[in-house]
């Protein structure tokens, strides 16, 4: 992930709706790419989840408090 920061996006989108499960490590590495990401200046974060899956829905939503410039796209 660093290192596709380091092409200075403008916009970066992880898509992470097949993902069924995230250990707490994980979702840190979410957490600092976050922080990554509003340290850059303007690159939008977007992240893709799924309402069906439990932590999706608990997590990244928390994201937000990382990075004001976060969108989260959650689909059925």
């Not at 994980?26 to 799924?50: C, E, W």
């Not at 899956?53 to 959650?74: D, M, R």
């Amino acid at each position: 992930m660093d290192k596709v920061l380091l092409t200075e996006p403008r916009r970066i989108t992880l898509d992470v709706r097949a993902l069924n499960f995230l250990n707490s490590s994980g979702i840190n590495v979410l957490y600092k790419f976050a922080i990554a990401t509003r340290k850059k200046g303007d690159v939008q974060l977007v992240v893709r989840g799924s309402k069906s899956i439990p932590w999706q829905g608990k997590s990244l939503p928390n994201l937000k408090k990382f990075n004001s410039n976060f969108e989260l796209v959650l689909t059925e």
